[in-house]
């Protein structure tokens, strides 16, 4: 399929670009101020499915600069040849996907499709023009349901995992894995991430999900402005301190800078096989640890009600981040009280999220 939404802004742009796919979403947009920050140039491609092009607009107030952004997708791969055409392509920064966990045990081949055939299209087009580092955001969900804690990254991989969200990030890493092993000129960082939580300090960017929140904070957040009326917290019988799942939540700005951190790693350094980080606190919270968190940053009470376990989620995991900290002298520096104030902050500024009042 054609696609016209290339503008003629993005034609010969003089120095390398970073393509950033999915760079209107939550994780994307917060990087991109990062990317910014550290004197890198960008591109991004995203084709609004789950994101707004409003998050672009607000990054480019922060960042006081125009961004050159392509509506389109990572499966459509006239229009990838098109923009490695026009531009002098550097590497890529790989967020678009599908995430939300209930839904890809209900959608497998939604996800499938989405997730790996479009990602397999991005590296052909990659390959076809030679253009060879690859930043992946993957998810702390490719290590299924692990017997110990913390979770190191040389813990086995795609065994017990219960959604199709997390086996196709996993499919994403072995393929990852075995492109380098057929050309080790490749430089790839795979990024496990754990549960990004918070918002940009000037409240003008955040989590912004379509309809109903798949993620804790946004929920909690809607609930707090009036939008939702209670927060339900799927499965109190977990086996954990207070009966509700576990996570290691990060603050998104740490995890913006560690893109910024692994891109300059695999520019500086040779690397003898992908680069593999979890990027986590190393500390795990529970639902309602966030819960009261969250009301003691606002002072806003939030009702909740205990329902079922949702499908695909398992009781407890957090991370060893001790490796992304060696390799890349990177670690996450915000509390959970930032994390919890930033959401906030967005929120209560814009109760409507990107779409206004």
């Not at 399929?1 to 999915?22: A, E, F, Q, R």
Request: aromatic share 8%; charged share 25%.
């Amino acid at each position: 399929m054609k696609n016209n939404n290339i503008s003629s802004s993005l034609i010969s742009h003089p120095s390398s670009l970073i393509i950033v796919t999915g760079g209107a979403g939550y994780i994307g947009s917060h990087t991109l101020i990062e990317l910014d920050k550290a004197g890198f140039d960008f591109l991004v491609l995203d084709n609004l499915s789950n994101s707004s092009q409003e998050a672009i607009k607000r990054v480019e107030k922060i960042i006081n600069k125009k961004i050159p952004f392509v509506k389109g997708d990572i499966r459509d791969k006239e229009l990838l040849r098109e923009i490695f055409k026009e531009n002098r392509i550097d590497s890529v920064i790989h967020f678009a996907g599908l995430k939300a966990v209930g839904e890809s045990v209900q959608k497998p081949l939604v996800y499938y499709e989405n997730n790996v055939c479009g990602t397999n299209n991005l590296l052909e087009v990659m390959k076809e023009f030679g253009v060879k580092k690859f930043v992946f955001s993957s998810s702390a969900t490719v290590y299924g349901e692990p017997d110990k804690m913390p979770v190191t990254e040389d813990m086995q991989t795609g065994v017990g995992i219960t959604n199709s969200y997390g086996r196709s990030k996993y499919m994403i890493e072995e393929i990852l894995k075995d492109l380098f092993i057929s050309d080790n000129s490749w430089k790839i960082a795979i990024l496990r991430y754990f549960n990004p939580v918070g918002a940009h300090e000037s409240g003008m960017m955040g989590e912004d999900p379509e309809g109903i929140p798949n993620n804790l904070m946004p929920f909690i957040t809607q609930v707090a402005v009036g939008k939702l009326p209670k927060l339900r917290v799927f499965g109190g019988d977990y086996p954990t301190h207070d009966g509700t799942g576990v996570r290691d939540y990060i603050h998104v700005m740490d995890l913006a800078n560690a893109h910024v951190k692994a891109l300059e790693y695999i520019n500086n350094n040779d690397l003898n096989e992908p680069l593999i980080v979890n990027l986590g606190t190393g500390q795990g919270y529970s639902v309602l640890d966030m819960v009261k968190a969250f009301e003691r940053a606002s002072g806003v009470k939030i009702p909740y009600e205990i329902v079922d376990r949702r499908p695909g989620d398992i009781a407890k995991i957090y991370a060893n981040p001790n490796k992304a900290k060696e390799l890349l002298g990177w670690e996450a520096k915000r509390g959970i009280d930032e994390m919890c104030e930033s959401a906030w902050n967005w929120q209560s500024r814009n109760p409507r999220g990107y779409k206004g009042e």
